[in-house]
């Protein structure tokens, strides 16, 4: 099968190896389309912490290919398009017994991150992977692969949303309008709130109101936290999304959140440099601070109900679509200010 493996930073190499063979309890997918995330170009730039050889790509869809023993042949079918939650949790431990799977510590210290007898990574960069038969969800056929694509990531933008207790007619502010920032105004409108973006990127805050967002407004003409504050009458937003990865973004987060506001920490920091907080007022103000990392057994189910049920339209935030063999120019593009989502096709 053909695969594009990640030998070293900024370098790719096309290859073919070996179709894997699926043992008890999983199935072989054929990969359709896959989506480059951030942390794919991340990966690439060699700010990662995994093995080498790399077959990276964790969010994709894909046809069902084969079912390995011990598999429910009348819940999943060969031929059937799914999506696969590539949150490989240990089932053990005490995140996993309570529920909380996508915060498992194991993940990260499995095969996907280090693999000493062979290629780490989700493979979704791949024609074929093998995965858990429970893992995956079954999406409609009809539904077009490319949108089915970003069925991951949106389930990571609805587990955010559903962490904070947005209600009708609230102010939400979301800083910055890459990708998952427009998620979150495509999703936070459904609640029925005003979604004002902070964004510094004239055409990226364009796109933001195209999406549904109400206002824009940009940190480097004046101070973030008095502007959000002018446009709240001096309280604040009653819900913050921090979707970008600067630290002094997120300082500014908590300060123009308002009493008894949530702030939600989306993006993972980088560098992971620590922030100056005022717990006296997240204290005197009752203000409620939390992170989301990733999508939950039913965040991604509910994330491909809304894609397939066409509540929330997935296909303006895809930019551009690539060969495989053209990867290295799909990274270098998803890693461009002009660019959203970015595709790798590998079949229809």
Known sequence: MKACILEAPHTYNIKDIPVPEPKDGEVLLRVLTASICVNDVRDYNGDNNFSYPHIGGHEYSAVVEKLGPNVNENLIHVGDHVINDTTDECGICDDCKFGNENICDEFTKGPAYFNSNGYSGFFGFSEYVVVKASHIYIYPKETPSDIAALTEPLACVINSIQR?????????????????????????????????VSEV??????????LGADVTINPMEADAVEQ????????????????????????????????????NMFSSIHPNDPILVNAGRIHSNEIYVTGTQNGTRETYRRALNCICKSIIDVRPLISRVYKPEDIVEALEYAASPESYKVLIEFSK
């Not at 502010?173 to 979604?195: F, I, P």
């Not at 990127?201 to 195209?210: C, G, K, V």
């Open 164 to 196: 904070t207790p947005i209600k009708m007619g609230d102010d939400v502010v979301v800083l910055g309008s890459g990708a998952m920032g427009l998620l979150h105004v495509l999703c936070a409108k459904q609640q029925g709130a005003r979604v004002i």
């Open 228 to 263: 959000i504050k002018k446009l709240t009458h001096g309280r604040g937003a009653n819900v913050v999304f921090n979707t970008t990865a600067i630290p002094a973004v997120a300082a500014q987060a908590i300060e123009m959140t308002a009493k008894t506001g949530s702030c």
């Open 201 to 210: 990127n004239p055409e990226r805050a364009a796109f933001a109101r195209q």
